[in-house]
């Protein structure tokens, strides 16, 4: 006799074993690989500018077609992710940013190099996040927060070692040896991933895949044998409506929007910093392996913040925690501007910066994946992170404008202050909206609502 087995109350009630701690493993892999990316372009950005004597202004295009091509990556994958399978988008994303960055490293003149820094945003877009969703639907629902959060601190370390990894070596191999550097490294991953990285088990029930290929994933995840067993997922049943469409039916239309808003002024924030940051403070007379150091205080800041707001956002209200954190991150902020020649107290601001801001949009990431039903997870997560991307080549592109018009030092950050602040703001009305909403997804434990 066949038995019927609710897929999520066996994942909460089993311990986290090795498959979870690989998916985690390759995931956190994935998205470091990203963060190197993002903070070696801004980091090699003064050599290319000298290799083919620019102007500043000139490289705003370089890095707002990365950007570009971070958002129509995460718009393409999201979609396809909840079609055909996180672990099959995922390891063609790597693939795909790869062998671009590769070939970013022998690019002939400023054009083709935009090209090709378009062609490798579209595998970063689209595998950052995969690697959330993919991450949430493997963990229990009482560890999510924290362990997704750690997994996305990939990234912000990633971004620490490519900084520093790029100041210190772009004297020695010149900036096209940190472009074959990133470019090597994810192909390298690209074949490990085929052979140890799983399909999510919500998609394979979902999606109607075989029970033997569903029970031998379970298995491995809980240690148990299943013979006779069908599993199920208690959520909304899935509509013929495309996963598009179901972000904006009813109430999820609200949340999405406003969700919308926080990833646009957050990764604003985030990609300006990464992108002028370097440039800011060499143009302040301080050199640019001083400035590698205490740029990569905003990256280690946000790890710290990360892991701390993951543990907060299982305990607490997860929205009032991430309002809280955008609120001090905007004073931090602030107090960048205000630092004057202190390098030490410059430094201390960026690294409180990083725990409200990048910490903060670690954290947004987790509970963006627990407000989608599976159905649509990959694709509601990858659309926020898309219109995040807006947000970042806005940053990216204002970054340059304010440096062009002459903004003072601490005016440029009085004015970076703001969308912190907007984010904070936005989270505090989330939570009344989510509070009136009738089922959320998953669980979101600090707000008693229904789990799935």
């Not at 491995?220 to 006779?228: D, K, S, V």
């Not at 990431?365 to 970042?392: E, F, M």
Request: proline fraction near 4%; include cysteine; charged fraction near 10%.
């Amino acid at each position: 006799m066949t038995q019927r087995r609710e897929l999520q109350a066996l994942i909460d009630a089993a311990p986290i074993g090795k498959m979870q701690w690989r998916v985690i493993l390759c995931c956190f892999l994935v998205v470091m690989l990203d963060g190197f990316d993002t903070a070696a372009i801004g980091f090699i950005a003064p050599a290319i500018r000298d290799h083919w004597q620019l102007s500043a202004g000139s490289l705003a295009p370089l890095f707002g077609a990365g950007l570009l091509g971070l958002t129509a990556g995460a718009l393409l994958c999201g979609p396809l992710s909840d079609k055909f399978g996180r672990k099959r988008v995922i390891e063609w994303c790597v693939a795909l940013f790869g062998l671009f960055s590769l070939l970013s490293a022998f690019s002939p003149n400023l054009e083709t190099l935009i090209i090709l820094r378009f062609l490798t945003g579209l595998g970063l877009g689209g595998a950052m996040p995969n690697t959330i969703t993919m991450t949430s639907e493997y963990l229990p629902s009482r560890r999510r927060g924290a362990l997704v959060t750690l997994m996305f601190c990939g990234f912000t370390l990633g971004s620490a070692m490519g900084g520093i990894v790029s100041a210190q070596l772009v004297s020695v191999i010149g900036w096209h040896g940190i472009l074959v550097l990133g470019g090597v490294l994810p192909l390298m991953l690209f074949f490990a991933l085929l052979a140890v990285l799983p399909e999510s088990p919500r998609w394979l029930v979902r999606r109607q895949r075989p029970q033997a290929q569903v029970v031998r994933t379970v298995s491995a995840m809980t240690g148990e044998r299943y013979e006779n067993t069908e599993f199920w997922l208690d959520e909304p049943a899935a509509t013929k409506k495309g996963s598009i469409s179901q972000l904006f039916t009813g109430r999820q239309l609200t949340i999405t929007l406003m969700l919308w808003v926080v990833f646009f002024m957050s990764l604003l924030i985030i990609y300006l910093l990464s992108s002028w940051m370097p440039t800011l403070l060499n143009h302040r007379g301080i050199d640019l392996q001083h400035a590698s150091w205490v740029t990569a205080a905003f990256q280690v800041g946000g790890t710290m913040g990360a892991l701390v707001l993951g543990v907060l956002m299982d305990k607490f209200n997860p929205f009032w925690v991430l309002a809280i954190s955008y609120a001090l991150g905007a004073i931090c902020i602030v107090m960048i501007g205000l630092s004057g020649d202190g390098l030490w107290m410059m430094a201390l601001a960026i690294f409180g910066t990083g725990i409200g801001i990048s910490g903060s949009q670690v954290g947004l990431n987790a509970l963006t994946a627990t407000l989608y039903p599976t159905q649509s997870r990959a694709t509601g997560v990858s659309w926020s992170n898309a219109i995040g991307r807006c947000g970042a080549i806005v940053g990216s592109v204002s970054g340059g404008m304010m440096m062009a018009m002459n903004f003072s030092f601490d005016t440029l950050f009085f004015v970076i202050a703001v969308p912190a602040a907007v984010s904070a703001v936005m989270l505090t009305l989330l939570t009344l909206v989510i509070r009136q909403s009738p089922r959320v997804p998953d669980s979101l434990p600090a707000m008693g609502t229904v789990k799935s």
